[in-house]
């Protein structure tokens, strides 16, 4: 294993949380929580990315966004907070995955998003493929379960649905679970543009 990335053991099953985090919030680590509490995982990684490929606005610096969400989980040993897209050199989720499938021979890994995201997941690079190579965990987010549930994800994805999502981590792709949870309506782009975050 490499130096600086995460340590996972073979039959862990690891939760993978992307995103820019810029900056990490209380709707993260209460998503992050929940995923633990209701899929069966040992451990979630967020992977706080060089950049977002859909976004026109590049984050603050990596280091910093870092610092910031490790204070936000106040060093919870269940959640590691990494930068391995960037020591890996991946730009897109899909390339991410099968790296790290790679890398880690006999982990399972989860990818986790929020229902906003799973509403423009069609979007993202091969994600059709992403949906083939791991289970795919989603978690309810203010305002977007009616557009998540109707996404384009969700209809090509229909019968692949389970109900619940304590054994996710042991389905093999494509395999995906909608999971309410107590809503936190936390938003980086709120925070920044209230001012509350400079990296």
Same mark, same amino acid.
């Given at each position: 294993?490499? +130096?600086?990335l995460?340590?996972?053991?073979p039959g862990?099953?690891?939760?993978?949380? *992307?995103?820019s985090f810029d900056p990490a919030? $209380?709707?993260?680590?209460?998503?992050?929580?929940?995923?633990?509490?209701?899929?069966?995982l040992?451990?979630v990684?967020?992977l706080?990315?060089?950049?977002?490929?859909?976004?026109?606005? @590049?984050? +603050? %610096?990596m280091?910093a966004?870092?610092a @910031?969400?490790? &204070?936000?989980?106040?060093?919870?040993?269940r959640?590691v907070?990494?930068?391995i897209e +960037?020591?890996l050199?991946? &730009?897109?989720?899909?390339?991410?995955? /099968? /790296?790290?499938?790679r890398?880690y021979? *006999?982990?399972?890994?989860?990818?986790?998003?929020?229902?906003?995201?799973?509403a423009q997941?069609?979007?993202?690079?091969?994600?059709?493929?992403? #949906?083939a #190579?791991?289970?795919?965990g989603?978690?309810?987010?203010?305002g977007?379960?009616? +557009?998540?549930?109707?996404s384009?994800?969700? @209809?090509?994805?229909?019968?692949? /649905?389970?109900?619940? *999502? $304590?054994?996710?981590g042991?389905?093999?792709? %494509?395999?995906?679970?909608f999971?309410?949870?107590?809503m936190?309506?936390a938003?980086?782009? $709120?925070?920044r543009?209230?001012?509350?975050w400079?990296?």
């Amino acid at each position: 294993m490499r +130096a600086g990335l995460p340590k996972a053991r073979p039959g862990m099953v690891i939760g993978l949380l *992307g995103g820019s985090f810029d900056p990490a919030h $209380e709707g993260h680590v209460h998503v992050t929580r929940e995923a633990l509490k209701r899929m069966g995982l040992d451990r979630v990684w967020w992977l706080v990315s060089p950049g977002n490929p859909l976004k026109a606005r @590049q984050p +603050a %610096p990596m280091a910093a966004r870092i610092a @910031q969400a490790e &204070r936000m989980l106040g060093g919870d040993p269940r959640v590691v907070v990494t930068d391995i897209e +960037a020591r890996l050199g991946t &730009r897109f989720t899909a390339d991410t995955i /099968r /790296r790290l499938r790679r890398m880690y021979p *006999g982990v399972s890994f989860v990818w986790l998003m929020g229902a906003d995201n799973l509403a423009q997941f069609h979007r993202w690079d091969r994600w059709r493929d992403i #949906m083939a #190579m791991v289970p795919v965990g989603v978690l309810a987010r203010p305002g977007s379960g009616l +557009a998540a549930r109707l996404s384009v994800a969700a @209809q090509v994805f229909r019968g692949h /649905r389970v109900g619940r *999502g $304590e054994n996710l981590g042991s389905r093999k792709g %494509p395999a995906w679970v909608f999971v309410n949870v107590p809503m936190n309506d936390a938003s980086s782009s $709120e925070i920044r543009a209230k001012g509350g975050w400079k990296g």
